[in-house]
């Protein structure tokens, strides 16, 4: 039962929520285009699932669900006590938590008969400082002993990837060694685009787009990513999604390529259990929920809290 109620968080709030509404019930109505590892177009299922383990592209695990990175905020209020703002030092595990650390899920959920929560930042072409300077506990000590100095997420990001052609007609899950080989963000977007999608017609983002993003004002915007825009053609996928964000919907959810690329992966994952609720078109929520046929990530804290 926990699994399935959960499955709809994912589904019917946090899919909708970053890839657009419209784009999660879209791919709901027509089926998987892009997370399609070995059939045709349209198909109601994924491929290449098995009764554990799922196809988890690197254009996903590499690029596109990296959009988050640039939603994190400098610091976080984890309750209202008086200690509860901050003071606290890092979250890093294999400590005793203090009670000042306790966490108030209200804080960061919607839920309902509590205050607004923190928002998360927008989706933009900005990391926050913590991001930009990394503490060393963060960092692997392999690459503490070989010298690199990639104190910066957006330079570790940088170099996890591999650029690859575009020609590929798949969602690349190909593997290597301690890179991810996955195509730029225009290659990709001109790739969605001839795949003829329903209810889904863009316009790839552009130089000007570009150049009109956090990224491109050297100086003005504290944690840019490279302080200069490059060329277009030479956008990093991960890149291209967090400027398309910002350019297209003003960062508040991802735009067309993003929105596919992670709302057909995270509904994906879902259809590949067989006994998931995407398999299962009369499955409603049973568990107590705040909206009648409805059951959200606040209600779900509710219940384990027991308010």
């Known amino acids: 039962m926990l699994t399935e109620h959960y499955q709809s968080i994912i589904r019917d709030e946090y899919v909708p929520l970053v890839a657009g509404f419209d784009r999660a019930e879209a791919i709901k109505r027509h089926g998987f285009f892009l997370y399609r590892p070995d059939t045709a177009s349209g198909t109601a299922r994924p491929p290449g699932c098995t009764d554990d383990s799922a196809p988890l592209p690197h254009e996903f695990s590499a690029a596109a669900f990296w959009f988050g990175h640039s939603q994190i905020r400098n610091g976080y209020q984890l309750n209202t006590g008086p200690g509860g703002a901050g003071g606290f030092g890092s979250l890093f595990g294999s400590q005793r938590l203090k009670a000042e650390t306790r966490i108030d ?24 400082q913590p ?21 910066s997420l957006a330079n570790r990001n940088a170099v996890r990837v591999t650029p690859i052609s575009s020609e590929a007609n798949q969602l690349n899950t190909q593997h290597m060694p301690n890179r991810f080989p ?13 795949r003829g999608i329903p209810e889904l017609t863009f316009v ?6 570009l150049a009109s993003t956090k990224m491109a004002q050297p100086g003005k915007v504290s944690g840019a990513l490279g302080g200069v825009a490059p060329k277009i053609e030479e956008l990093p996928l991960w890149v291209y999604i967090l400027a ?24 994906g994952l879902l259809t590949c259990d067989d006994a998931g609720i995407m398999r299962d078109p009369f499955w409603r929520p049973t568990l107590p929920s705040a909206a009648i046929g409805r059951f959200g990530f606040g209600d779900l804290v509710r219940i384990v809290e027991g308010s």
């Open 131 to 151: 991001l930009a300077s990394l503490a060393i506990p963060s960092i692997p000590q392999s690459d503490i002993d070989k010298g690199l100095p990639l104190i």
């Open 105 to 128: 899920f209200s804080r960061f959920f919607r839920i309902p008969g509590t205050d607004a929560p923190q928002d998360s930042l927008l989706i933009d072409t900005v990391v926050s």
């Open 204 to 209: 790839p983002l552009t130089q000007d787009q």
């Open 244 to 267: 398309e964000a910002e350019a297209f919907n003003g960062g508040s959810v991802l735009g067309p390529v993003g929105g596919m690329l992670v709302g057909e992966v995270m509904l």
């Open 182 to 194: 996955v195509p730029s963000g225009p290659a990709v977007a001109a790739e969605i685009l001839k």
